[in-house]
Nanobody, 121 residues
């Protein structure tokens, strides 16, 4: 299983932007970003598969973009027009199974430790 390390979190004003990075020891068929807000369950944000097919949860579609640099083994999440309800710890995840690469924890089998994103109103 790959080792995943997130970076890029921080505190910004609503409407601002952040780019998260996830350095992986190697990339897998399906990789994604998930988040967990205080007092809430973890939710899927976006996934990308080996063919660069992207999927997003409805609340971030059009504002967030997932991408990866396979040569450098880095997964990115570009986040624009950030809102206070985007505040959460963001986790990078990797799944080795070849399949639909849905925005679901069930598609993942390795997790990073997370990076905190705080959006001030």
């Amino acid at each position: 299983q790959p080792h995943l390390v997130e970076s890029g979190g921080g505190s910004v004003q609503a409407g601002g932007s952040l780019r998260l990075s996830c350095a992986a020891s190697y990339t897998t068929y399906c990789m994604g970003w998930f988040r967990q807000a205080p007092g809430k369950e973890r939710e899927g944000v976006a996934t990308i598969n080996a063919y660069h097919t992207q999927r997003y949860t409805d609340s971030v579609r059009g504002r967030f973009t997932i991408s990866k640099d396979t040569a450098k083994n880095i997964l990115y999440l570009e986040m624009n027009d950030l809102r206070p309800d985007d505040t959460a710890t963001y986790y990078c995840a990797a799944g080795s199974a070849v399949g639909p690469c849905l925005v679901s924890s069930e598609a993942m089998d390795t997790w990073g430790k997370g990076t905190l994103v705080t959006i001030a109103s």
